[in-house]
């Protein structure tokens, strides 16, 4: 069974950081691309970040590109999401999903961990 | 960036009844296109990929169509367990883009 629970959230501060994680069971961790969505209080979906499954590669959104930095450690099956020069504006839960190729859909999500920036 | 445009944002209906939710892309994405649901306090949950191929699981009265710029779910019958938030998903050449969401609340 695929499990993806992340940890890391809480209060950050303006212009802080705060550095998430997220633990994966269930699969063979270093085949596949993992992402970082986010969702906002009472908004929508929002995706932030994807790295291929070698840790090569990461793709970002405009909104978070140069501020976050997404990698992963395939040792220790551990999916990372550092946020630097935080801002109001990334107060959200931030999932961590499951790709099931390097560059479609996302197939399993965690539960999320809840980023204030106050 | 490719915008993804829903339609409605909010649906009201009732057990039993055909619902379709619209989702429009601001470029053509051939294919790549997801669909998924959302409870309140709850994970996002895949119910379509690829514009139209059913994820494991999920129950056959969900159905998804289109191609290029525009793209629908359909739910046939809907169900007391589907009054839910659904979000469209693009995901053309490495780049991901939800929809604003499509809340449909018991009428």
């Known amino acids: 069974e695929v499990q993806l629970l992340e940890s890391g959230g809480g209060v950050g501060q303006p212009g802080g950081s705060l550095r998430l994680s997220c633990g994966a069971s269930?699969?063979?961790?270093?085949?596949?691309?993992m992402s970082w969505v986010r969702q906002a209080p009472g908004k929508g979906l929002e995706w932030v970040s994807t790295?291929?499954?070698?840790?090569?590669?990461?793709y970002y959104a405009d909104s978070v590109k140069g501020r976050f930095s997404i990698s992963r450690d395939n040792s220790k099956n551990t999916l990372f999401l550092q946020m630097y020069s935080l801002r109001d504006e990334d107060t959200a839960v931030y999932y961590c999903?499951?790709?099931?190729?390097?560059?479609?859909?996302?197939?399993?999500w965690g539960q999320g961990t809840l980023v204030t920036v106050s | 960036d490719i915008q993804m445009t829903q339609s409605p944002s909010t649906l009201s209906a009732s057990v039993g009844d055909r619902v379709t939710i619209t989702c429009r892309a601001s470029q053509s994405i051939s294919s790549w296109l997801a669909w998924y649901q959302q409870k309140p306090g709850k994970v996002p949950k895949l119910l379509i990929y690829?514009?139209?191929s059913l994820e494991s699981g999920v129950p056959s009265r969900f159905s998804g169509s289109g191609s290029g710029t525009e793209f629908t779910l359909t739910i046939s019958s809907l169900q007391p367990d589907d009054f839910a938030t659904y979000y469209c998903?693009?995901?053309?050449?490495?780049?991901?883009?939800f929809g604003q969401g499509t809340k449909v609340e018991i009428k």
């Open positions: 269930g699969f063979t961790f270093s085949s596949y691309a």
């Open positions: 690829k514009a139209s």
């Open positions: 998903q693009q995901y053309y050449s490495y780049s991901w883009t």
């Open positions: 999903a499951k790709n099931r190729g390097a560059d479609v859909h996302f197939d399993y």
């Open positions: 790295i291929t499954g070698g840790g090569s590669t990461a």
